[in-house]
């Protein structure tokens, strides 16, 4: 009996750690057949909505992502200075919201291959006595909170910046713009690409013909998924060799 007792745990041993094997054959560390993407849905032509739909540069990329990883996506759609954190504590598996890599956000995250470029631009009113960047000392500038928009120009003048005191945060940029077109600021910093799209969607105001500075976006995931952002990093690379991620940013980006 003591024999066939011994043989048996054995048994029951190999067969829980087969079963344990199968379960990590993919190597995510994420939700059963599902990857989390949080983002914020503020941001056209990289996130928006259509209706009850999450559409947009990184929710297609990121479908597709999700397609040759065999899971299904699934986008909670969050404030910006809410999607690190969460990807940090395991409530979503990556973060892709137009993010820019920066070395403060690398202190807490990981973040994948840049999969596109993007341009801070300043958005004032047509008859603003702003010409260029070298104008903003000493106006109030609005601009979206947590985004390094606002976290360029917050900073001290010796940094760059142009003080906290002159930076009015806002929830999204919608509400900058609106409160650009109020008065309330003089000025709006924000990417290029949703710039074009609020400066076409209002009458009266244009974008600055000078940079305020270039990033790279990039996906974040928590430093405790190195696995997961290998994957996705994987994934990604093989959508910009193949064209696909290029066929996406066309589709929202029209070459001027």
């Not at 999204?172 to 969607?201: T, W």
Request: aromatic share 6%; net charge negative.
């Amino acid at each position: 009996m003591k024999v066939f007792a011994k043989i048996l745990c054995l048994c029951l041993s190999l067969t829980v750690l087969v079963l344990c094997c199968g379960c990590g054959d993919t190597g995510l560390t994420t939700e059963e057949g599902k990857l989390t993407m949080a983002t914020n849905a503020e941001f056209p032509p990289y996130e928006f909505r259509e209706g009850d739909k999450i559409v947009g540069i990184d929710a297609e990329v990121a479908g597709l992502i999700a397609e040759k990883l065999g899971l299904e996506l699934e986008i909670a759609d969050v404030d910006f200075e809410s999607i690190i954190p969460g990807v940090q504590s395991g409530k979503y598996d990556m973060g892709m919201a137009g993010m820019t890599v920066t070395e403060d956000r690398q202190k807490k995250v990981n973040f994948s291959t840049s999969y596109a470029k993007g341009i801070q631009v300043v958005i004032v009113k047509e008859d603003s006595d702003i010409k260029s960047i070298d104008d903003l000392t000493g106006k109030k500038i609005g601009a979206q909170q947590g985004t390094t928009g606002y976290i360029y120009a917050s900073d001290t003048p010796e940094n760059g910046g142009y003080g906290e005191e002159n930076v009015i945060g806002y929830q999204n940029g919608a509400l900058a713009v609106e409160a650009l077109k109020g008065g309330k600021v003089d000025c709006v910093i924000i990417d290029n690409e949703p710039a074009k799209a609020y400066v076409a969607a209002n009458e009266g105001l244009k974008i600055l013909d000078t940079e305020f500075t270039n990033e790279d976006y990039a996906i974040c995931f928590s430093k405790k998924n190195d696995e997961l952002q290998k994957k996705v990093n994987d994934a990604l690379e093989e959508l910009i060799a193949d064209g696909s991620l290029q066929k996406v940013v066309d589709k929202y980006i029209k070459a001027e």
